[in-house]
């Protein structure tokens, strides 16, 4: 059984952007699939402006950039390793706090604990497409003077309190990337409701410049290629649809999981948008090795489910070194990152691929809850007869 894949659209459609992609010899440079796709998608979001990018690892650099953060920020170590590199690759300096263990997201009381002269910013992740504690952060971002951007990379397509994610913090990133709920091959938009803000993403985005041949100031290439936005058009087309599979995937995973001991499936916040695109599972039963072993017993079939995100960015090069002992006050991120399994989804799986799924984690952590059972009753007597 080989299951997982990403999210595609109707390729139809795709082939006749590509015609006019060839028509016109619009290749990059802010061409017509791009400033229609950055429209649809500010419209989407209800949002000013949707700046396209080559992906979202540059999208957070050019929010920083943009926001002029300096020294400190503090992010999450409990996510994808993009959200602190992007930060360190640009000379900041990421500093980890711990998340809280029913949602996964940056916990603010921790945020508020790592404060020093030195912050200027905060990084918070919306985890899985959960958002993350936005009312709070803000709080706490307010009563320091620090700059919030969201990395929003999870969480096209999700609302909080009834707004969509896009509109929160200073700017919200994205990550269009192929693995995504949405994707354009590789890709990413920064959102922001703050036109000054909007305008020096732009320029930052294009080397700088502000018109034919002024260069106002540093900058990078971030530009969308045409061919990526032309993925992303059609991609759009097909949201509702890919949320529809996400839901129904992750409803027979929670139907099926209901019989299986020590295991815990993340939901999602009800009466708001959400994208479905990860099943988080916990496992949890006292034992450090049972959740590999169930990645083991899955992978042996060819699903792809995997540890994520293990073992959190403080253990990883460079961090790991610069800040030896982080896992001190780290603990929830320690806990989550030791027992998280990400299920596959998208419009490659099938809820019968879904129940055989939960089969496979099934016999691997109900024959391990039987045998300590087994233990429990025979153990000592075992060993006297
Ligand atoms: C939480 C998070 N942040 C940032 C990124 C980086 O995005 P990209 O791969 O588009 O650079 C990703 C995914 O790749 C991610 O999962």
């Known amino acids: 059984m080989h299951v997982g894949g990403p999210n595609l659209g109707d390729r139809a459609a795709f082939d006749r952007y590509i015609d006019q992609i060839f028509g016109t010899r619009r290749l990059s440079n802010g061409g017509p699939l ?16 949707a700046i396209a990018v080559v992906n979202g690892t540059v999208g957070l650099q050019l929010a920083a950039r943009a926001l002029g953060l300096s020294g400190e920020v503090i992010v999450p170590s409990y996510t994808f390793v993009a959200t602190a590199h992007a930060l360190s690759w640009i000379g900041l300096t990421p500093v980890f706090a711990d998340i809280d263990d029913l949602t996964h997201t940056l916990d603010p009381l921790a945020v508020s604990r790592a404060i020093t002269p030195a912050t200027s910013g905060i990084v918070a992740v919306h985890l899985w497409g959960r958002p993350a504690a936005v009312e709070r952060l803000q709080k706490v971002a307010d009563d320091h003077g620090l700059e919030l951007v969201f990395d ?10 009834g707004r969509m994610i896009g509109s929160f913090g200073r700017a919200e990133v994205f990550s269009f990337h192929a693995t995504k709920f949405f994707n354009t091959f590789e890709g990413g938009a920064v959102t922001t409701d703050d036109d000054d803000l909007a305008e020096r993403l732009r320029r930052l ?181």
């Not at 916040?269 to 994208?275: D, L, Y």
Request: charged content about 25%.
């Open 205 to 385: 985005r294009n080397f700088g410049f502000q018109g034919l041949d002024d260069v106002g100031g540093e900058g990078t290439n971030g530009k969308m290629p045409e061919i990526c936005a032309a993925m992303g058009l059609v991609n759009l087309d097909a949201i509702e649809s890919f949320v529809q599979t996400n839901r129904l995937i992750h409803a027979t995973y929670r139907r099926a999981l209901a019989r299986v001991p020590n295991v815990r499936l993340l939901e999602f916040p009800p009466g708001e948008a959400a994208n479905y695109q990860y099943a988080v599972l916990e496992v949890e039963d006292g034992d450090p090795q049972l959740r590999d072993r169930v990645i083991d017993a899955l992978r042996a079939e060819n699903v792809m489910a995997r540890r994520y995100f293990w073992p959190g960015c403080h253990r990883m090069a460079p961090y790991a070194d610069q800040v030896p002992g982080a896992g001190e006050w780290l603990p929830v991120t320690e806990l989550v990152a030791g027992r998280v399994i990400v299920l596959p989804t998208g419009t490659a799986m099938t809820p019968e691929r879904a129940e055989a799924v939960v089969g496979i984690v099934d016999a691997v952590v109900s024959t391990a809850a039987s045998d300590r059972r087994l233990a429990a009753l025979t153990g000592p007597q075992g060993e006297d007869s």
């Open 34 to 49: 791009v400033q229609e796709l950055e429209d649809r998608i500010a419209e989407l979001l209800g949002v000013r402006h």
């Open 152 to 161: 929003a990379a999870h969480a096209f397509g999700v609302s909080h309190n």
